[in-house]
């Protein structure tokens, strides 16, 4: 279980980090092992994600970036990131050459590092139980990079990309209105029956939740609307949790820290856009709303969102009224 954004944060023992082609502030080389070897040295695991350029040719395929990847020492690698996407931040290319990209990628690893797992890129986001088209374009996608990968990475090859696990990305607002809203339930069902697995079996040996968080506008809620804003991102952080530990699935909250991007504020982190720990109810000051949740050292009192994430992740115990608690 483990925090976006690089940020070492008490009592989540996993971070992702981010190679620079995916955006600024990544480094290389020598600094990149640094930055790996630093996490190690407090206990936390590293996510290590390369994304891929969207286009083909010399910069997709340079094998110095997958090299330089293989060399930092993380815990597991995600070679490519939403290479499905297509949109004003489009992503995509297309089966053949992302094939070729994930097996530059994950040979470059494995080579040094045989079992670390390597994720084939992340699915970009849909909503479990409703966009089922989209779903089955996505395994279509997956068919055409086999089939490419027997056909011309490796001719006459049998590789399966259900012998492997790729990144998911869920968005939704999980747990709000009511407990019955979970996309990524629906999800999780959806990718167990395309791998061929059970939803309570092996599905976590194939599927990571790469970035999982609430989504605050252009899903039917009010942006504008503070208090419908606050206990929608709350109860979806405590529902995608509930989900992936019940399911036994690696889930990483996508972001630390709320961020700026064209002018629009995103409070979807557990921290402000300061680094400060934000309240449970992020429209109230802290403490407005608390949670006495149970652990295995006894009673906690949790008041923001850094110690929730942390103490659900070690398997503490929320009260039955909760929700109550924080929509109230």
Partial sequence: MGIGNAVQLDGIPWVRVGYPTCGSGGVTGTALQNV????????????????????????????????????A???????????MKYGPQNMYVTPADFARFYDLCSSAVHRLQPNVPVLMGALDPHVGGIDIVPLYQQ????????????????????????????????????GY???????????????????????????????????GTGCFKGCGLDPSNSYQVAVSHVLTLISDVQTARRYRVPFFYFSAKDFVLSGITWPIGILDVNGHPKPLRQDLPMGARALEMSCSTGQVRVVDQVQLLAKMYQGCSLPANYVGILSS
């Fill in 73 to 83: 020492g993380a815990d597991a690698v995600q070679c490519g990131n939403e290479q």
């Fill in 139 to 174: 395994v279509n996608y997956l068919n055409q990079m086999q089939a490419a990968m027997n056909s011309s990475v490796h001719p006459g090859g049998n590789w399966q990309w259900r012998d492997h696990a790729i990144g998911l990305i869920d968005s939704w607002h999980n």
């Fill in 36 to 71: 790996v070897a630093g996490f190690h040295s407090h206990n936390i695991h590293v996510l290590l994600i390369i994304c891929q350029a969207a286009s083909s040719g010399q910069v997709l395929f340079a094998t110095q970036q997958f090299d330089d990847v293989a060399q």
């Fill in 177 to 211: 209105p009511n407990q019955d809203t979970n996309s990524l339930y629906h999800l999780f069902q959806f990718w167990a029956d395309q791998f061929g697995v059970s939803i309570n079996g092996d599905l976590g040996k194939h599927l990571w939740v790469v970035e």
